[in-house]
């Protein structure tokens, strides 16, 4: 229904008058918006003139750039944002928890790329470093292997339970092995993925906006839901369960972005006692039933726990994929299962194979750094970081809203350990224009905007103090220049019915 319904919405964009007064707002409090627009579009491009140059120039030859430049606000004001200003997508150099980019502005860095960075810039720039130095002599030799294969091997098992490992170069490829072996033994088509949960880009575990093709072979269930287990005890078409943890921010919702940011309906909350039920409810159903249950941590892996989400939620997977940190800044996925579901081929049928392969998997300079990072993960140092790690970033998450209540600024942060998403309290159609405030006042965020704020874990209180001083700055800069001004009129509600008003009207005429 989501794919037929966003195939329907019609392209169009406001107007300068429009672009300022699609919520009713007066004539004093849309002057004071064209005042702050302008103020703010005037620092973003003298500031960073070196990075947006090249980003456009790139933007020609790079659709990813296209993309995330059409899609980081609502559309109906994308033409007129980047009319007036733009992010730059390049950077310089990368140390502790900034970034500075080419015109040597330093920014504070929540992009987390993408969760790879858990431990911090210069953990990974190390790890590559001497993990590139144990491989130089090897060079690029592929289908042999570096000595370090064989360890890593033997960590990964340790550390996640299982007894195999297959490597890869992605997490989505991770994931799609997976589910290939999954179905592989078990003899069954169907997969189960959860409302709102991402497992990579290709067709069956994207079934919805954003791909092509028709629903294939795959459940989308609700997560947290009595009826989905239900429906996994009583199926016998099910291969496996795709379960992301990461979903335990945001059940059966779809990553948060400031492009979809149309209200301040958006919310998130975690609540770790209910998801473990949940995950331990899940493991029930799917043991009865033969169904291969798949933990999915190519985004959270390394980050709530050494041994991850099985670790942290007491719950055993019977397949788990790695990614994005692993590699310790190089490409890569992984994935680990029990010896039966890891076997590529069965004895008395030797024409019957699940075949995989790919020609950079297990690359030297990736596996010798996967090597570093496995060990540095281990050592007294980086464990500490690890202690008390619910109640550090809990506590952080709790004093920011706090301050935020007292300012009476309608911002209000949620988080999972050190992922972080933030919500608005006041009903607005201009809640996405944050991002850009903040980028302002010296934080990085990733195309998403305010949807997902990812912190690494070597983030001390000073810093994180600072971090919060930003967020403070650029909220109250954004409510002074008017864009959360609100009469009684203005609900979620109404805005809601105002922005299918206004598509009805663009799709008839």
Not at 105 to 110: F, H, N, S, V
Not at 122 to 133: I, N, T
Not at 297 to 310: I, N, P, S, T
Not at 326 to 335: A, E, I, M, R
Request: charged share 20%; glycine share 10%; proline share 3%.
């Amino acid at each position: 229904m989501a794919k037929r319904f966003a195939s329907q919405v019609p392209g169009y964009s406001y107007d300068g008058d429009r672009f300022f007064s699609c919520d009713g707002a007066p004539a004093d409090i849309q002057s004071a918006r064209r005042t702050g627009f302008a103020e703010l579009a005037a620092t973003l491009n003298a500031r960073h003139q070196k990075s947006i140059a090249l980003t456009k120039q790139a933007r020609e030859r790079i659709s990813d750039l296209q993309f995330t430049g059409a899609y980081r606000v609502p559309f109906q004001f994308s033409r007129y944002v980047r009319e007036h200003f733009s992010i730059g997508a390049f950077l310089d150099s990368a140390e502790g928890v900034s970034v500075t980019d080419l015109d040597g502005e330093r920014l504070i860095d929540l992009t987390g790329s993408y969760g790879v960075n858990v431990f911090g810039h210069d953990f990974y720039k190390s790890c590559m470093a001497e993990g590139s130095a144990r491989a130089a002599g090897m060079g690029m030799v592929l289908g042999s292997c570096h000595p370090s294969v064989a360890w890593n091997a033997e960590e990964l098992c340790r550390i996640s339970g299982m007894d195999e490992v297959s490597f890869h170069m992605s997490g989505t490829e991770a994931v799609m092995q997976a589910v290939r072996l999954a179905r592989y033994h078990t003899r069954r088509k169907k997969i189960v993925r959860f409302c709102g949960a991402y497992h990579g880009w290709w067709d069956d575990v994207q079934p919805g906006p954003g791909n092509p093709m028709p629903p294939g072979r795959v459940y989308t269930l609700q997560e947290m839901s009595g009826a989905a287990l239900q429906v996994l005890r009583k199926r016998r078409d099910v291969a496996c369960v795709l379960v992301n943890p990461l979903q335990g921010l945001h059940p059966n919702k779809a990553a948060p972005g400031d492009g979809t940011l149309v209200d301040s309906s958006r919310s998130a909350h975690f609540d770790r006692e209910a998801y473990t039920r949940w995950l331990q409810q899940l493991r029930e159903a799917c043991t009865a039933n033969g169904i291969v249950l798949i933990f999915d941590e190519v985004f959270l892996g390394f980050r709530l726990a050494l041994g991850g989400a099985q670790e942290y939620f007491g719950v055993k997977a019977d397949m788990v994929t790695y990614g994005k940190t692993l590699g310790g800044g190089f490409p890569v996925g992984v994935v680990c299962g029990k010896r039966h579901l890891m076997k590529r081929y069965r004895d008395d049928r030797p024409g019957d194979i699940c075949f995989a392969r790919g020609t950079f998997n297990s690359h030297p300079h990736v596996m010798a750094a996967m090597q570093v990072f496995l060990e540095r993960v281990q050592t007294p140092s980086v464990q500490a970081l690890y202690a008390g790690l619910d109640g550090v970033w809990n506590s952080r998450a709790e004093q920011l809203n706090q301050r935020l209540l007292e300012a009476g600024l309608p911002v209000t942060v949620s988080n999972l350990s050190t992922i972080w998403t933030v919500s608005f309290t006041r009903a607005s159609r201009y809640n996405w224009m944050y991002q850009f405030y903040l980028r302002a006042h010296g934080l990085a965020l990733s195309w998403v905007g305010t949807g997902r704020l990812v912190f690494s874990l070597n983030f001390t209180d000073e810093e994180f103090a600072e971090v919060s001083e930003r967020i403070i700055a650029a909220a109250k800069a954004m409510q002074a220049a008017g864009w959360w001004w609100q009469d009684a009129s203005l609900t979620n509600k109404s805005i809601k019915r105002g922005v299918l008003r206004e598509m009805l009207r663009h799709r008839f005429q």
